[in-house]
Structure formats: C-alpha cells, structure tokens
C-alpha cells in the first residue's frame, strides 16, 4: 500500500492534520481562491472549538483580505447557526473553520454560497479549478476592507428555532436535559435554546474550548458519561452533540443511548404523523426511515453521501419535503435550513415528547427495530474503487445492487453497503438486519471477504 496524504479535498471541504498536510499558507491560499471565486464581498468566518482553530481562522482571514473581501469573525459558532446567519446577513459566502467529529489533530475548511448551503459539486468544482490555477486576484493597498467581527451569531438561527416550533407546548412540560456539548461549538446556543424552551438544563462537557474530553464522533464508545447523567440527574431526555454541533444521539430517560440512527427515524416519526410527505436521505441511512415513511404512504428519496447531496435533492422537489437527513444523527428541517442541524433536532424530539406524553424510551419502541453496525478500513478512495469492482462481483446474483455511491446491496433480512469516505482516508463497511447477530455475522463476512480482496490489489 502506498503511504496516504491526510489531505482531504472534496465536496465536504478541505481536511487535514495541523502541521502535517494543513498548514496556515494552504489555509490562506484555499481562502483567496475562494474570495476570488465569489468576486468579494462580505463574507462570515467562523470556527469551532479546536484549538487550533483560531490559528486557521486568521490565515483564513488574511486570505480573505489579501482578494478585497470583506471578513466578519463571529468567532466559535455552530455550524448550523453559521449557515443560517450567511443566509440571513446577505452575505457573498461564508468560510467555517471546523473538522466536525474529526480528532483535534485535525482541521479544516468548509466553503459555503451566499445561500447558507455547502457549495454544490458542481461549484466546488469550479472554486478548485481556481485554486489549483493559483491566479488569485488581489486588490490595490487603497481597497483593503478591515475586519469586522459579530459576537451574536446565533441570535439569528434561535429566533427562527423559537418561530417554528411549538414553544409553549414544550415549555409546558418543564423537561429535564442533560446535555454533552462535546466541548464543541454546540456549547455557544444550547443553553440558550434550553432555556427559551423552559427545560431544566444539566451540561456536561459544555465550555467550547475543544479539549474534547471525549473522541467528538457521537458513538456509544464515547457517550458512557452523559448515560449516567441522565439517570442519576432524574433527565427526561439526554443529547449530545457533535463538536461543530451538526449531528444529534439522543439517550433515553433510562440513561440508554439510542443510537445515532435513530435521531432521524424518531424525527421522521413525528414530523410525518403531523404532514405525511417524502423524506430525503442518504444510502447508508436505516432502513427504518422507509419502514416509517410507508406506515404514512411517504416515499423516500435516496442519495449520495454528503450533506449536499440530500440538500440538493431537498431544494430540487416541489413541494419540498418536510424532513429529511443523515442516518448518523443529522437531521434536516427544510423549513428552518436545508442543513442537518442538532438544534433543530433537539426541538423535534422535545415537541414529540411533549405532544404524545410518551418517554423516549416509548418511542423508541414504537421505531422499527434494526441493528446497524458502522465499521471501517484503512484505504484510499482508489483503493476503495479497485475492492467495490470485486466485491460486485462477488455479489451478483446474490441481492439487489446499487450502484449510486460505492456499493451497497440488499439482500432478504440485511443489507451492505462499502464506500469510500469523502472526508479520512478510509474505507466504510456498513451493515445493517433486523437482529444484531444477524448485523454482526454480515459485518464479519464482509470484512473477511475485503480483507481478502485487499490481499490481491
Ligand atoms: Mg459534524
């Protein structure tokens, strides 16, 4: 195998590990490009709470500044307030600073149209060719702008929340929520949010310096802690965020984590009892969600991996659906942001609580039971090519195959699906059956059959 760059470019943005494959001149050159691109104007920088973040952020800044933007730092803020508030301030774009769940040796740049939404694959395209060109256009010493700086980012984004959603219902109920902020950004809204709502609030893990006392991916490795909050707090309810505050696991009152798929299939349970419609999410996302959308005569719409790619599918349908998402936790509401969004998430599952009278731990029952198992291996993009064209093979004839991203097949009572990840340089092995053993046997088949291919390329 040869040796993996940590640098990742892709429609999520640029990734990389601080020092190594991302350096504070990559950070500046990535920025004028994008200045460029957009032609100048306003444009929101933001970060999330690793530490190296503010080091980005001002190489980010300088880029900005160097092609004639004009930047405005709101300083830490959650990604989904971020997106909204380049919407709402009439901004020309907006550059985040963030690595999402990635470990704190990593950075990176998410690029973001005047719209609020992620650039398409189509505009990332483009944005690149400029960069890679490197004919930055700079701007006369007289047409510098200066900086500005917004410290209440999320104001926007928490009057919209409070707008949509059914406050006084769910104040009624005086919930209590523990909540683990990751350390991240998520820390900035949530007890502001809560507090709008009218819960009693238990925080752990909430002052957004990115010391990320746990690894930031929601897994059930990395959320013993908030388990034991919510049982020994007495909550009705405990959530955690990811670190730029996209993602949402819900535990039960029990102190049960529920796992991260279903976050959407809860969502998607109460937003289509209350306006039976389509539902738009990713191939690897639970096959709950159809389950779901059938009891209601819903379709569901599938789509690439990447948060873009269900945005884009959401935008382009007429009338536009009201829920739709990622299985790990990222739940979209159309009507607030095309963006997958913890905040809004929270406020779905406390309104669903709130109208059925039910504890978590009942709703959770009233889900489709699946098992998921999320695995990975190390590997490129191309060597993740090279493994799919030979596990097709392998699987002809045995299951329905998709194509669309990877490879995905759906055989009786589980289904696989292998992909390369856009973000790290690895490869995903995701299966997913009625009953965790049966999840279990699929996910070792697979791995034995990859590892055996891996052997041969
Ligand atoms: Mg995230």
Redesign the pocket.
Known sequence: MKKISSLKISISGVRGIIGESLTPQLAAAFAQAFGTYIGGGPVIVGQDARPSGTMLKQAVISGLLAVGCQPVDVGICP?PSFLFLTKESKSSGGIAVTA??NPKEWNGMKFISRDGLYLTPHQTEEFLDIYHQGEFYFVEPERYKGLKTESNPAEPHLKKLLSYFDVDRIRGKKFKVAVDCSNGAGAVLAPRLLEALGCEPIFIHCLPDGAFAHDPEPLPENIVEICRTVREGKADVGFVQ???A??LAVVSEKGELLGEESTLALAAQYVLGKTPGPVVCNLSTTQAIDDIAGRFGAPVVRTKIGEINVVERILAMEPRPAIGGEGNGGVIVPDIHPCRDSFAAMCVILEYMAASGKRVSALQKSLPQYFMIKEKVSGSAEQAYRLINLLRKKYEGKGRIELLDGLKVRMNDHWIHVRPSNTEPIIRVIAEAKSREKAKAAIRRLKREISALQRKI
């Open positions: 990604i999402s769940h990811d670190a730029d996209d993602r």
